[in-house]
C-alpha cells in the first residue's frame, strides 16, 4: 500500500540507522579513546557529565565505551550468524530442490521439527547446554535460523529446475552445482536478501536476549542485552543505565526492520 | 472432518518424536561429564555414581534414548537436582501461572490489534491509520528485554500506578502481560489492517452495500468477518510462541511461571529439569499450533473442501 517514494525514504532511513550503527561501531572507538573495561569504583553509578556524556555504571565503567563497543559487537554476532544460517540454508535448501525424493522428503521434516519448536527456547537451550560464550551463541543461532533461507532456496529451485533454461544449460554440460550457483540463485537472491535483513535484527535481538537471561555472551564483554540486565537493580537510582543500551537496541532493530520492509517494496518481494 | 483431524494428529507423531530427540541430545551436548558439571568438582563419589545410574547414563546410548522416550511417553521426567523431586510435579506446579500470562497476553494482544486494526483500514492514510501503522512498528522494534524494565520505570517507579513485581492480584497482571503481549499485537495489528483492506474491496462488501446494508453491518459483519480468518490463525500461532516469549517477561518481573522455571534450572545447572521445561513448553507449543491448523480448516469452509 505504500508509494514508491515512501519506500524509498523508508529504505534511506534504514541505511542511515544501519550505517550510523557500523560507523558507531568501527570509527568512532578509534577517534574517542574511551576503555570500555576500566572500573572506577569511586565514581559507581555516576551520573552524565563532561567525561563521561552518558554516566557510569556500576563498577564506575563509561557507559558511551560500552555503548560502542556493543554496537560492534551486535552487529558482528548479527552478521556472522545470517552468513552461517545463510550459507547452510541455501546449500541445504537447493540441494533438497534439485534433488528431490528422499533427500528433500528428510530436509522438510528436519525444518519441520524445529519449526515446531519455539526458536528462542531452543536456542536459550542450547547456548546453556554448550556455555555462556560469544562462539556459542553464534552456534546455537546460527544453527537454528538457517530454515528459513532453505524453505526459500528450495522452493524456488524445485519450482526452476524443470524449466527450459535450466534444461539448456543441462544440454551444454553444466553440473548441478554450477546450475543452481550461476542460473537459479540469482532469481531467488532478492528474496534471500530481504530475509537476510530481517535476519540480522532477529538475530541481534535474540544474542541481546540471551545475553540478557545470561546464556549468552559472558562478562565483561558490552553485551546490550548484558548492559540491561546489569543496570535493572540500579532502574531507580540510575534509570540512563537502562535507557542507553535499550535505545541503542531498538534504533538497532528500527534501522534493519526499515531497511528489510523497503527493499521488500522496492524488488517486488512478496511478503509470506 | 474426523478424517483431517486424525490426520493432524497422525503427522503429531514424527514432529513429538523430533522433539524429544532434541530434547535427549541436550545432555549428551553438555562439554565433559554432565554428572560433574551438576554435582560440582567435589561431589561424592557416590552420589555421583548413584545419580549417573538414575540418569542412566552408564548404558549405550540406544538404550538411553530408548529409556528416555518410553518414560517421557508416560509422564516421567525424571527427578529435578535442585528441588529433589519429580521434574513433572515441579513443573506442574509452574504451569498455571505461565498459563495465566500467556492467556492475559493474548486477550490484549487480539483485544488492542483487531479494533485498531479494522478501524485503521476503514480510512486509509486518515491521522489513525498513520497513528496505528507508527504504533505498530514502534511495538515490533522494541526489544522484551528493554520494554519491560521500561514500562516499569515510568508505571511504577514513575507514576506509582502498578507493582514491580510478582504475582497476585490483576495489577500484577498488568505488566507483564503488556511486556509479553505488545510485540505479538503489533504483528497482529499489522495484519488485520492489511486483510481489512483487501476485504472491504471485495464483490461481497459492494453487494452487501447494494443490497442497503447499513455501513456499520457492511464493515463490521461482513469484511471484518472475512479478514479475520488469517487473523484467527496467526493469532493461534503467536499464542504458542507467547509460551516461549514468557522465558523473558517471567524473568524481567519475578513471575513464578515455567519460563523463570528454566533460567533457575539452567542458572542451577538442573539439566533433568532442563529437558523437562523445554519438552513440556515444546509439546504445548506444537498442541496449539497443531489445534489452530485444525480449526482454521473448521473455520473456513474453502479450506474444508479443498482437503
Known amino acids: ?272 | 472432518m474426523a478424517g483431517l483431524v486424525l490426520r493432524r494428529l497422525a503427522l503429531l507423531v514424527p514432529t513429538l518424536l523430533g522433539v524429544a530427540t532434541l530434547v535427549f541430545a541436550f545432555l549428551h551436548l553438555v562439554p565433559g561429564d554432565p554428572v560433574e558439571v551438576m554435582l560440582g568438582e567435589w561431589a561424592a563419589p557416590a552420589d555421583v555414581a548413584a545419580l549417573r545410574a538414575d540418569l542412566g547414563l552408564d548404558l549405550p546410548l540406544p538404550v538411553q534414548y530408548v529409556r528416555f522416550l518410553a518414560r517421557a511417553a508416560v509422564g516421567d521426567l525424571g527427578d529435578s537436582i535442585t528441588f529433589r523431586a519429580p521434574v513433572g510435579r515441579v513443573i506442574a506446579a509452574r504451569y498455571p501461572a505461565t498459563l495465566e500470562l500467556a492467556a492475559a497476553a493474548l486477550l490484549l494482544g487480539i483485544g488492542l490489534a483487531v479494533p485498531l486494526g479494522a478501524a485503521a483500514a476503514v480510512r486509509p492514510g486518515s491521522f489513525l491509520d498513520r497513528a496505528v501503522r507508527l504504533g505498530s512498528l514502534a511495538g515490533v522494534c522494541v526489544p522484551t528485554v528493554w520494554l519491560g524494565p521500561l514500562l516499569v520505570l515510568v508505571f511504577s517507579v514513575g507514576l506509582g500506578w502498578l507493582p514491580v513485581s510478582g504475582r497476585g492480584g490483576l495489577a500484577h497482571l498488568v505488566l507483564p502481560a503488556i511486556t509479553l503481549g505488545l510485540g505479538m499485537a503489533s504483528i497482529l495489528v499489522r495484519l488485520t489492517r492489511a486483510s481489512m483492506l483487501s476485504a472491504l474491496r471485495e464483490d461481497f462488501v459492494r453487494t452487501a452495500r447494494a443490497k442497503g446494508a447499513p455501513e456499520w453491518r457492511a464493515v463490521g459483519v461482513h469484511a471484518l468477518r472475512n479478514a479475520l480468518l488469517p487473523v484467527t490463525t496467526v493469532a493461534g500461532l503467536q499464542a504458542g510462541a507467547l509460551l516461549a516469549g514468557a522465558i523473558i517477561s517471567e524473568t524481567l518481573f519475578a513471575w513464578p511461571g515455567v519460563g523463570r522455571l528454566v533460567v533457575e534450572a539452567i542458572n542451577a545447572r538442573d539439566y533433568p529439569l532442563v529437558q523437562g521445561c523445554v519438552l513440556v513448553i515444546g509439546t504445548s507449543y506444537l498442541l496449539i499450533n497443531t489445534a489452530t491448523d485444525v480449526l482454521h480448516r473448521l473455520i473456513d469452509p474453502r479450506l474444508r473442501d479443498a482437503d
Open chain 1, 1 to 272: 500500500m505504500r508509494t514508491e517514494r515512501g519506500a524509498r525514504r523508508a529504505a534511506a532511513c534504514g541505511a542511515a540507522l544501519v550505517l550510523l550503527l557500523a560507523l558507531a561501531g568501527t570509527v568512532v572507538p578509534l577517534v574517542v579513546p574511551l576503555d570500555p573495561y576500566a572500573t572506577d569504583l569511586e565514581a559507581r553509578l555516576g551520573p552524565p557529565d563532561r567525561e563521561h556524556p552518558l554516566g557510569q555504571d556500576a563498577l564506575g565503567r563509561d557507559v558511551l565505551a560500552r555503548l560502542l563497543r556493543g554496537a560492534r559487537l551486535s552487529l558482528s554476532v548479527g552478521a556472522t550468524v545470517v552468513l552461517v544460517s545463510l550459507t547452510v540454508g541455501v546449500v541445504v535448501g537447493a540441494t533438497a530442490g534439485w534433488r528431490g525424493g528422499w533427500v528433500d522428503e528428510a530436509v522438510v521434516r528436519v525444518i519441520d521439527v524445529l519449526l515446531a519448536f519455539p526458536g528462542l527456547l531452543l536456542a536459550i537451550a542450547l547456548a546453556a547446554v554448550l556455555g555462556p560464550s560469544l562462539r556459542n551463541v553464534v552456534l546455537a543461532l546460527g544453527l537454528l535460523g538457517w530454515t528459513g533461507y532453505a524453505r526459500l532456496t528450495r522452493a524456488q529451485v524445485a519450482a526452476l529446475r524443470r524449466r527450459e533454461f535450466v534444461q539448456a544449460a543441462q544440454a551444454l554440460g553444466g553440473g548441478p552445482t554450477r546450475i543452481v550457483a550461476r542460473h537459479l540463485l540469482p532469481l531467488a537472491a532478492p528474496a534471500l536478501l530481504v530475509q537476510a535483513t530481517f535476519g540480522m535484527a532477529s538475530a541481534i535481538v535474540a544474542e541481546a536476549s540471551l545475553s540478557f537471561l545470561g546464556v549468552g555472551v559472558p562478562p565483561p564483554l558490552p553485551s546490550w542485552g548484558a548492559m540491561i540486565d546489569e543496570a535493572r537493580p540500579f532502574l531507580v537510582v540510575a534509570p540512563h543505565l537502562v535507557l542507553a543500551p535499550g535505545i541503542a537496541l531498538t534504533l538497532t532493530v528500527l534501522g534493519f526492520q526499515l531497511l528489510g520492509d523497503a527493499l521488500g517494496d522496492l524488488m517486488d518481494v512478496r511478503e509470506r
